[in-house]
């Protein structure tokens, strides 16, 4: 059964039981000092905001049965997914890879790549791990929601203008109808963050739509 939110550019239409929550990359290596996003220089408090909504959002899609998918930025160990030119990229102090304060920078079964504990996955939640920016790169998302019957997408997470967007335009590409909650998603740029709402739902929706959690959860609440 479908429902209906007040939303950017226009309403978005859903039906939960073939909608899904990415929760993009909610990981210690990007919100706790001593991180990926830390040694990058940023300030990384600036991604806080956005932790009580996608609470929110994981209590609304948990408390209605439907679909939880939470990404984290991870690579293997021996790094063979991590190509030079990511690695490399950047100034910054510690870099994929290396031995930091919560281990090993972005490398699977470290602390650092843990999800923060207010987001804890619960059991029967995916949690992809994706060597890009994007979700899609990679991972067999795609393959994972179609076997499932998704075919709308609800965007929360960090960060707004790198990771979020880019999995954000993988999925539009590839035929999902996508909302990114706007309060659920934070930059270390406040004015990237304002940007990316502005140019995923220009132009009609060229990406797609984007709405507060409340309007989110609310409309969970009705259907
Ligand atoms: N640096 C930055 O803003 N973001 C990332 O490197 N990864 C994600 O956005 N997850």
Not at 12 to 29: C, K
Not at 115 to 141: C, N, S, Y
């Amino acid at each position: 059964m479908k429902v209906i939110l007040d939303a950017k550019p226009c309403a978005f239409s859903f039906d939960p039981a073939t909608t899904a929550l990415i929760v993009i990359d909610m990981q210690r290596d990007f919100l706790e000092p001593g991180g990926f996003g830390a040694a990058l220089g940023n300030d990384v408090s600036l991604l806080a905001p956005a932790i009580a909504p996608c609470r929110a959002l994981l209590d609304a899609f948990r408390a209605n049965g439907l679909t939880i998918i939470h990404t984290r930025e991870a690579h293997r160990p021996d790094l063979g997914d991590c190509p030079p030119a990511k690695r490399l990229r950047g100034d910054a102090r510690l870099r994929i890879g290396d031995a930091g304060p919560m281990g090993r920078i972005l490398v699977i079964g470290e602390p650092g790549v843990e999800i923060i504990p207010e987001l804890a996955p619960l059991p029967g939640e995916r949690v992809v791990d994706k060597p890009g920016k994007g979700a899609f790169h990679a991972t067999g998302l795609d393959e994972m929601l179609r076997a499932s019957g998704i075919r709308s997408l609800i965007f929360a997470g960090v960060t707004t203008e790198v990771c979020v967007q880019t999995s954000m335009r993988e999925a539009n590409d590839r035929g999902y109808e996508c909302l990114l909650a706007e309060d659920a998603t934070e930059s270390y740029f406040p004015a990237f963050k304002a940007a990316t709402l502005a140019m995923v739902t220009a132009q009609g929706g060229i990406v797609g739509w984007s709405a507060p959690t409340r309007a989110v959860v609310g409309a969970l609440r009705c259907g």
